[in-house]
């Protein structure tokens, strides 16, 4: 399939999801969907960098948060429109991606991951000690009363994560056909010999990282108006990093389905958990599914129905 | 001015064995064994809490509870290289998943503690918590004292285990070159996992010491990622000698930064320390 | 087109306290058929390693094609022409046999910036020519999973040949193969320096060394102790005393 075909799916997939949406009453399911449709960015993102390139990132939250925490900057300084603010934040972790990954990348993929995870909680550290977004007391974000395009302001959160959703798994598919795609593949299989065929394997992986980074601070910058009220304690939560993981894992890293699957089947079950159970016990559970995933079934769901991972045809 | 600069510095070195003994295990497993074990301070959290359970219920004193647990935790550590190689080493995938493997065990330790202990802080009694010797201008407390002896006997004794036993130099043995090991007719897994048993059961002595010097909740086991990863890569990757400098030197950074501009960013000069070593380190560390 | 296509002065590596490299010279002309032997341990990988860019020596030069290479990462050094294949095959393991060989042709030739761009078409041409010159042309759908020891050893030949390169440096390509395997690789090797590649063949086997190189190079401990023609080199009193009962 071309890859203009696929965009246009991508389209028409988010104008269907968005015209049935239209017949839903209720608030709670639109609450619901922007944190599956929030974790399909997310898990499609760490895949960019973590099933396409071999690079794990642990410090996913440290990204999701700074898109969090620009948003919280600027709407104090002038409240700018959600699209501007997703750019933005995602234009921040984009930048701080390729700091870290410039410092980072040139050693060995297992001082890249420890690195992203010490990265998160440097970060945590500063926005904690920064008074002006609140500090660790936290802050506090009044959603617009209106909307643009859909009135309510939880619907609009809902299209605007639907859109993003949409065109990270088109950039991901985008990507995975590319011949960027095709170099980062090499990355993944033997770096070395990806050096010794001519791919230049630092430049590749700064774009995957810086790609991988932005699209998780876009992620995140909505976040602010969706839970009204941010605390470093809960923007920089360790479960953001454990789901993107665990839903490529669990779903297939091969290619962009993986995480979407992972991401709609984990956020689903995890919605359930923690309106029945409770919150903490949930989180128990997807900690259990990464491990038991990562030992049984390293290809995920997507892997047990192929015998072997499948690149497209260039 | 001055007791104070001398203060930071002193603290800054007991805070140092701490650090030591706290990476030693991560010194072990990551340094020698190649196993990212990511998980390792969770594992030290997991001796606080044990060491906490033993103290608050019968009294016991909580570095003898980290040694009466010992052999508990080198089962544990035991299992968990078992699986980590039955899954990834002996497939060559130790990338990835064998990372996320130790996450999602870090994760699961944290949030299993929390579903038991809740999150309040908790902390141990014994009678030199709250005591200190006065030399000079320097005021050396207890609490922090007690531990850092620990630490340096701990990692004298671990020391001479590595250099004197047969098992020990074949650790070190392994470390290098696990091909002439199977020469010797020794199974390198084998002398893996008991490295990495023992790697686990120093993570019990260092909770012990982790809670005579501050209270613990099961998340602070974050905060010291940056810190005993940051020793680990700046001592040389499983030099006993070399880490214990690092984290010497990591805990007087610490201190005086702590001391002069505020202790909440201690975790930012550990991270910024593992930057620096990663980014300036020679290539030595690429394909090794 | 004048001086050595290779020259490399005093290079020196160490590692922590052991020396790999002690100061090694050598020059290699456009053309020449140069063999390099060594036991064990000799340093013939980490030579490999350093002229490739995958390690950095400390100490010495190295000049290729008039250009400095120090400092240069890898995949510089490809494009520059100067390809090698490693000792253990490494394939790309989820990629097709011809997929592997696009690699070398995307990143490496239609990388440089001298000379056309080849076309998608060019692409597959070049991929099958590639294939069919290692005779691997029925499996190139397959992946490396499915290819024999030998098979993966002409992959990995072709793999570097797909960089177009103007010296090709073949690390072991013949270890654990068969007589008529090891004649199958000579016979191409051949036929590349016909083609005007030049080649540094090192190895062990030493009937394959003799026949192949009109110059032999030897390093023990990581010193070089022999240059010149193969059947003088091999009666150096030092040469043979390395190789005792070779």
Same mark, same amino acid.
């Given at each position: 399939?071309?890859?203009? %075909?696929?965009?246009?799916?991508?389209?028409?997939?988010?104008?269907?999801?968005?015209?049935?949406?239209?017949?839903?009453?209720?608030?709670?399911?639109?609450?619901?969907?922007?944190?599956?449709?929030?974790?399909?960015?997310?898990?499609?993102?760490?895949?960019?960098?973590?099933?396409?390139?071999?690079?794990?990132?642990?410090?996913?939250?440290?990204?999701?948060?700074?898109?969090?925490?620009?948003?919280?900057?600027?709407?104090?300084?002038?409240?700018?429109?959600?699209?501007?603010?997703?750019?933005?934040?995602?234009?921040?972790?984009?930048?701080?991606?390729?700091?870290?990954?410039?410092?980072?990348?040139?050693?060995?993929?297992?001082?890249?991951?420890?690195?992203?995870?010490?990265?998160?909680?440097?970060?945590?550290?500063?926005?904690?000690?920064?008074?002006?977004?609140?500090?660790?007391?936290?802050?506090?974000?009044?959603?617009?009363?209106?909307?643009?395009?859909?009135?309510?302001?939880?619907?609009?959160?809902?299209?605007?994560?639907?859109?993003?959703?949409?065109?990270?798994?088109?950039?991901?598919?985008?990507?995975?056909?590319?011949?960027?795609?095709?170099?980062?593949?090499?990355?993944?299989?033997?770096?070395?010999?990806?050096?010794?065929?001519?791919?230049? %394997?630092?430049?590749?992986?700064?774009?995957?990282?810086?790609?991988?980074?932005?699209?998780? =601070?876009?992620?995140?910058?909505?976040?602010?108006?969706?839970?009204?009220?941010?605390?470093?304690?809960?923007?920089?939560?360790?479960?953001?990093?454990?789901?993107?993981?665990?839903?490529?894992?669990?779903?297939?890293?091969?290619?962009?389905?993986?995480?979407?699957?992972?991401?709609?089947?984990?956020?689903?079950?995890?919605?359930?958990?923690?309106?029945?159970?409770?919150?903490?016990?949930?989180?128990?559970?997807?900690?259990?599914?990464?491990?038991?995933?990562?030992?049984?079934?390293?290809?995920?769901?997507?892997?047990?129905?192929?015998?072997?991972?499948?690149?497209?045809?260039? | 001015?001055?007791?104070?600069?001398?203060?930071?510095?002193?603290?800054?070195?007991?805070?140092? =064995?701490?650090?030591?003994?706290?990476?030693?295990?991560?010194?072990?497993?990551?340094?020698?064994?190649?196993?990212?074990?990511?998980?390792?301070?969770?594992?030290?959290?997991?001796?606080?809490?044990?060491?906490?359970?033993?103290?608050?219920?019968?009294?016991?004193?909580?570095?003898?509870?980290?040694?009466?647990?010992?052999?508990?935790?080198?089962?544990?550590?035991?299992?968990?290289?078992?699986?980590?190689?039955?899954?990834?080493?002996?497939?060559?995938?130790?990338?990835?998943?064998?990372?996320?493997?130790?996450?999602?065990?870090?994760?699961?330790?944290?949030?299993?503690?929390?579903?038991?202990?809740?999150?309040?802080?908790?902390?141990?009694?014994?009678?030199?918590?709250?005591?200190?010797?006065?030399?000079?201008?320097?005021?050396?407390?207890?609490?922090?004292?007690?531990?850092?002896?620990?630490?340096?006997?701990?990692?004298?004794?671990?020391?001479?285990?590595?250099?004197?036993?047969?098992?020990?130099?074949?650790?070190?043995?392994?470390?290098?070159?696990?091909?002439?090991?199977?020469?010797?007719?020794?199974?390198?897994?084998?002398?893996?996992?008991?490295?990495?048993?023992?790697?686990?059961?120093?993570?019990?002595?260092?909770?012990?010491?982790?809670?005579?010097?501050?209270?613990?909740?099961?998340?602070?086991?974050?905060?010291?990622?940056?810190?005993?990863?940051?020793?680990?890569?700046?001592?040389?990757?499983?030099?006993?000698?070399?880490?214990?400098?690092?984290?010497?030197?990591?805990?007087?950074?610490?201190?005086?930064?702590?001391?002069?501009?505020?202790?909440?960013?201690?975790?930012?000069?550990?991270?910024?320390?593992?930057?620096?070593?990663?980014?300036?380190?020679?290539?030595?560390?690429?394909?090794? | 087109?004048?001086?050595?296509?290779?020259?490399?002065?005093?290079?020196?590596?160490?590692?922590?306290?052991?020396?790999?490299?002690?100061?090694?010279?050598?020059?290699?002309?456009?053309?020449?058929?140069?063999?390099?032997?060594?036991?064990?341990?000799?340093?013939?990988?980490?030579?490999?390693?350093?002229?490739?860019?995958?390690?950095?020596?400390?100490?010495?030069?190295?000049?290729?094609?008039?250009?400095?290479?120090?400092?240069?990462?890898?995949?510089?050094?490809?494009?520059? =022409?100067?390809?090698?294949?490693?000792?253990?095959?490494?394939?790309?393991?989820?990629? %097709?046999?011809?997929?592997?060989?696009?690699?070398?042709?995307?990143?490496?030739?239609?990388?440089?910036?001298?000379?056309?761009?080849?076309?998608?078409?060019?692409?597959?041409?070049?991929?099958?020519?590639?294939?069919?010159?290692?005779?691997?042309?029925?499996?190139?759908?397959?992946?490396?999973?499915?290819?024999?020891?030998?098979?993966?050893?002409?992959?990995?030949?072709?793999?570097?040949?797909?960089?177009?390169?103007?010296?090709?440096?073949?690390?072991?390509?013949?270890?654990?193969?068969?007589?008529?395997?090891?004649?199958?690789?000579?016979?191409?090797?051949?036929?590349?320096?016909?083609?005007?590649?030049?080649?540094?063949?090192?190895?062990?086997?030493?009937?394959?060394?003799?026949?192949?190189?009109?110059?032999?190079?030897?390093?023990?401990?990581?010193?070089?102790?022999?240059?010149?023609?193969?059947?003088?080199?091999?009666?150096?009193?030092?040469?043979?005393?390395?190789?005792?009962?070779?």
């Amino acid at each position: 399939m071309r890859t203009t %075909t696929f965009w246009l799916l991508t389209a028409a997939v988010v104008a269907a999801v968005f015209g049935l949406s239209r017949y839903v009453t209720n608030d709670y399911y639109f609450f619901a969907a922007y944190l599956v449709l929030q974790y399909i960015v997310l898990a499609t993102a760490w895949n960019i960098l973590g099933g396409y390139t071999g690079y794990v990132n642990f410090g996913v939250a440290g990204f999701f948060a700074l898109g969090a925490y620009s948003t919280v900057v600027l709407h104090k300084l002038w409240g700018p429109p959600i699209p501007v603010l997703i750019v933005v934040g995602g234009i921040v972790s984009g930048i701080v991606g390729l700091g870290m990954g410039y410092l980072t990348l040139r050693v060995r993929g297992v001082f890249f991951g420890i690195a992203t995870l010490a990265l998160a909680i440097v970060i945590q550290t500063f926005i904690t000690n920064w008074d002006y977004v609140g500090g660790s007391r936290g802050v506090y974000i009044i959603r617009p009363a209106t909307a643009p395009l859909v009135g309510n302001y939880i619907e609009y959160l809902f299209l605007v994560m639907l859109i993003l959703a949409g065109m990270s798994v088109a950039i991901a598919r985008t990507v995975e056909h590319s011949i960027l795609g095709f170099g980062l593949a090499t990355v993944r299989d033997d770096e070395m010999a990806a050096e010794a065929s001519g791919v230049p %394997t630092l430049r590749l992986k700064l774009v995957a990282t810086v790609l991988s980074g932005a699209l998780m =601070g876009m992620a995140g910058a909505p976040m602010p108006y969706y839970v009204t009220y941010l605390d470093p304690a809960s923007g920089f939560s360790l479960s953001y990093a454990v789901n993107a993981i665990a839903m490529p894992l669990i779903g297939g890293t091969a290619n962009w389905l993986g995480p979407v699957i992972g991401a709609i089947f984990l956020g689903t079950i995890e919605q359930v958990a923690t309106v029945t159970i409770s919150s903490a016990l949930n989180l128990l559970i997807v900690g259990v599914l990464l491990v038991f995933f990562v030992v049984v079934a390293p290809n995920g769901v997507m892997g047990m129905f192929q015998s072997r991972t499948r690149r497209g045809d260039r | 001015m001055l007791d104070l600069f001398l203060n930071a510095i002193a603290s800054g070195v007991l805070l140092g =064995g701490f650090y030591a003994v706290m990476t030693v295990g991560l010194a072990i497993s990551f340094g020698m064994l190649d196993v990212g074990n990511l998980a390792h301070p969770a594992f030290v959290i997991l001796g606080s809490f044990t060491a906490y359970i033993l103290n608050s219920r019968y009294g016991i004193d909580p570095i003898v509870a980290g040694i009466i647990v010992l052999p508990g935790f080198a089962l544990l550590g035991a299992v968990i290289y078992e699986t980590y190689y039955w899954s990834f080493e002996r497939r060559g995938e130790e990338g990835v998943r064998g990372l996320s493997f130790f996450f999602g065990l870090l994760f699961i330790t944290e949030v299993a503690l929390i579903l038991i202990f809740g999150v309040d802080y908790r902390f141990v009694e014994a009678p030199y918590i709250g005591r200190s010797i006065d030399i000079g201008l320097v005021d050396l407390p207890l609490r922090m004292l007690v531990p850092c002896i620990t630490a340096f006997v701990l990692i004298g004794v671990l020391q001479l285990f590595l250099s004197r036993t047969f098992i020990g130099r074949a650790i070190l043995a392994v470390a290098q070159d696990g091909q002439a090991l199977r020469l010797m007719a020794v199974s390198p897994k084998h002398v893996k996992r008991v490295a990495f048993s023992l790697s686990i059961a120093t993570a019990a002595i260092a909770g012990s010491c982790l809670i005579i010097i501050q209270p613990v909740e099961p998340s602070i086991g974050r905060d010291y990622i940056g810190r005993v990863f940051a020793v680990t890569v700046m001592g040389g990757m499983g030099s006993f000698p070399g880490m214990v400098i690092a984290a010497l030197v990591l805990g007087i950074v610490e201190s005086l930064t702590a001391t002069f501009y505020g202790p909440s960013w201690s975790p930012a000069v550990a991270f910024g320390f593992l930057l620096l070593t990663l980014a300036f380190r020679p290539s030595g560390i690429m394909g090794r | 087109m004048s001086g050595p296509l290779l020259q490399v002065a005093g290079m020196g590596k160490r590692f922590g306290g052991f020396v790999a490299l002690d100061g090694i010279d050598l020059a290699v002309e456009r053309g020449e058929r140069v063999g390099l032997i060594g036991p064990n341990g000799s340093g013939k990988s980490t030579f490999v390693n350093c002229l490739s860019g995958v390690l950095r020596n400390e100490t010495g030069t190295v000049q290729f094609d008039g250009q400095a290479l120090n400092g240069l990462p890898a995949y510089k050094r490809t494009r520059l =022409g100067l390809a090698r294949s490693f000792q253990l095959p490494r394939p790309f393991r989820s990629l %097709t046999i011809a997929q592997n060989l696009r690699i070398p042709l995307v990143y490496t030739v239609n990388a440089r910036r001298t000379g056309r761009r080849l076309t998608e078409a060019a692409i597959g041409e070049r991929c099958a020519q590639l294939l069919g010159v290692v005779g691997l042309a029925e499996k190139a759908d397959r992946r490396p999973s499915d290819l024999t020891q030998i098979e993966m050893r002409k992959l990995e030949l072709a793999r570097a040949l797909a960089a177009d390169p103007k010296l090709l440096i073949a690390d072991e390509s013949m270890a654990g193969l068969s007589h008529s395997e090891v004649d199958e690789i000579l016979v191409l090797l051949g036929r590349l320096v016909d083609q005007g590649i030049t080649i540094i063949l090192i190895e062990h086997i030493m009937r394959a060394v003799m026949s192949f190189s009109e110059r032999l190079v030897v390093l023990v401990a990581g010193r070089k102790i022999a240059d010149g023609l193969p059947q003088e080199v091999i009666r150096n009193p030092e040469v043979e005393r390395a190789y005792l009962g070779e």
